[in-house]
């Protein structure tokens, strides 16, 4: 089945550096999504991602779905320590199996030291 | 508006017994997805409703089952349970299964098996 493999899996960073994270998956998506899940709560949805090339921005945070439609990364910028969580890949879609249902990345949890 | 909304918060049951989850899409939502959270396994699709029918179902045993109302709610049930059914169980909606809907998700529900 498809498979997604996050990276880091965890980051430990001081209070206004820059954070990246990315996703790489054995076969194609249609769609990456980035979710971000605080302790005892549900993923909250970042970014949405349609397009092979698409870079797209939601205040701090910056996405880009890959050309080849293999991976996507999730820049972060002059990070808070509100930041703190775990964040999620998700691809949507494929050629391996159902075009609906969402295969996500095992996480990265980032910490923010003020 | 209101978010998807997942009854109950926290439920403990001990293995054979059987539980029943519920799920509240977003208004005006019509695609219901669940899915299982845990430490070991991340997040893992268990199936997909769409305007009451099941579309997509996950690996999942068959003791794991749902249904989808005619107001959109779900509901997920699981039958004679073990001790690995031990998991955070989420609820999606989104708008419909077509490209550009993407999920939203509820807090979900923490189930706990003794």
């Known amino acids: 089945g498809q498979q997604l493999n996050q990276s880091p899996q965890s980051m430990f960073i001081q209070e206004g550096e820059d954070v990246s994270m990315n996703c790489t998956s054995s076969s194609i998506f249609n769609t990456w999504l980035w979710y971000k899940q605080d302790p005892g709560e549900g993923p909250v949805l970042l970014i949405a991602?349609?397009?092979?090339?698409e870079l797209t921005s939601n205040g701090r945070l910056t996405a880009q779905f890959g050309i080849t439609r293999k991976d996507s990364f999730l820049n972060i910028s002059a990070s808070i320590p509100s930041d703190v969580g775990i964040y999620f890949c998700?691809?949507?879609?494929?050629?391996?199996?159902?075009?609906?249902?969402?295969?996500f990345g095992k996480g990265t949890l980032l910490t923010v030291n003020p | 508006k209101a978010g998807v909304t997942q009854t109950p918060r926290y439920l403990i049951k001990t293995r054979g017994q059987q539980v029943t989850l519920s799920c509240s899409p977003i208004?005006?939502?019509?695609?219901v997805s669940w899915y299982q959270q845990t430490p070991g396994q991340g997040l893992q699709f268990l199936f997909e409703y769409f305007s009451e029918t099941q579309r997509n179902k996950g690996n999942f045993p068959g003791r794991f089952s749902g249904r989808q109302f005619s107001n959109s709610r779900s509901e997920m049930n699981v039958s004679t349970l073990e001790l690995g059914d031990s998991a955070l169980y989420l609820c999606a909606s989104s708008l419909g299964q077509g490209i550009g809907q993407p999920q939203h998700f509820g807090d979900g529900t923490r189930l706990s098996i003794l």
């Open positions: 998700a691809g949507h879609g494929g050629s391996g199996g159902s075009n609906y249902k969402l295969t």
């Open positions: 208004s005006g939502h019509r695609s």
């Open positions: 991602l349609y397009k092979a090339g």
